[in-house]
């Protein structure tokens, strides 16, 4: 299970600091609700892709003595099972879709493929989005037609309520987030 955090840091700080990062005690288990303080298990160690180069970060693991089942604890500036960070992501999906100038597009995303690919992702989850507005704060996005124009309504709501903390409570409530599979 992934759980997110939000550290208060940008990547490169996190990523020097490494395993000495200030992380979460977690003190119930997310899987069998035990209200006991969980194991530090170890950490994995995966890539952060940002608009300005490549990080090898360390994702902190959790184990619970009870169930003894897994959490990851996942710094918010990053997304599951995704290699670039939230902000490259969203400042390219953001650049194609007219909303920003492309200047500082993200070094490993130039090919069209790749920005296509995120855009096509962000298209394909906006009913996903409409139903988790609605349910949690009963916001009921534009009835167009054109996806262009929803995706950039969808845009800005989400960057109007905070987009790191849309996309962990879409994650905590069961939705996918907006670049999910």
Same mark, same amino acid.
């Given at each position: 299970?992934?759980?997110?955090?939000?550290? =208060? $840091?940008?990547v490169?700080?996190?990523?020097?600091?490494?395993?000495?990062?200030?992380?979460? /005690?977690l003190?119930? &288990?997310?899987? &069998? +609700?035990?209200? +006991?303080p *969980?194991?530090?298990?170890?950490?994995?160690e995966?890539?952060? /892709?940002?608009?300005?180069?490549?990080? +090898?970060?360390?994702?902190?693991?959790?184990? &619970?003595?009870? &169930?003894?089942?897994?959490?990851?604890? %996942?710094?918010?500036? %990053? *997304?599951?099972?995704?290699?670039?960070?939230?902000?490259?992501?969203?400042?390219?999906v953001?650049?194609?879709l007219? %909303?920003?100038? =492309?200047?500082? @597009?993200?070094?490993?995303?130039?090919?069209?493929d790749?920005?296509?690919?995120?855009?096509? @992702?962000f298209?394909?989850? /906006?009913s996903? *989005?409409? #139903?988790?507005f609605? @349910? @949690?704060? +009963?916001?009921? =996005?534009?009835?167009? !037609? !054109?996806? !262009?124009?929803?995706? #950039?309504w969808? $845009?800005?709501? *989400?960057? !109007?309520?905070? /987009?790191? #903390?849309? $996309?962990?409570?879409?994650?905590?409530? =069961?939705f996918?987030?907006?670049?999910?599979?």
């Amino acid at each position: 299970m992934i759980q997110f955090h939000d550290f =208060g $840091i940008d990547v490169q700080t996190y990523a020097e600091r490494g395993k000495e990062n200030d992380f979460p /005690l977690l003190t119930q &288990c997310p899987h &069998c +609700r035990a209200k +006991r303080p *969980l194991h530090r298990h170890g950490y994995d160690e995966r890539n952060a /892709l940002t608009p300005h180069g490549d990080d +090898r970060i360390w994702i902190v693991r959790y184990r &619970c003595r009870e &169930c003894l089942k897994t959490v990851s604890v %996942l710094p918010s500036f %990053l *997304l599951p099972y995704f290699q670039y960070t939230l902000s490259a992501i969203w400042q390219v999906v953001k650049e194609q879709l007219g %909303l920003t100038e =492309g200047t500082n @597009r993200a070094p490993f995303l130039l090919t069209k493929d790749g920005i296509i690919f995120y855009v096509r @992702r962000f298209y394909r989850n /906006l009913s996903s *989005l409409h #139903s988790f507005f609605a @349910r @949690r704060w +009963r916001i009921i =996005g534009p009835i167009v !037609k !054109k996806e !262009k124009e929803r995706a #950039s309504w969808w $845009i800005r709501t *989400l960057e !109007k309520h905070g /987009l790191d #903390s849309v $996309i962990r409570d879409m994650w905590e409530d =069961g939705f996918r987030h907006p670049f999910a599979n």
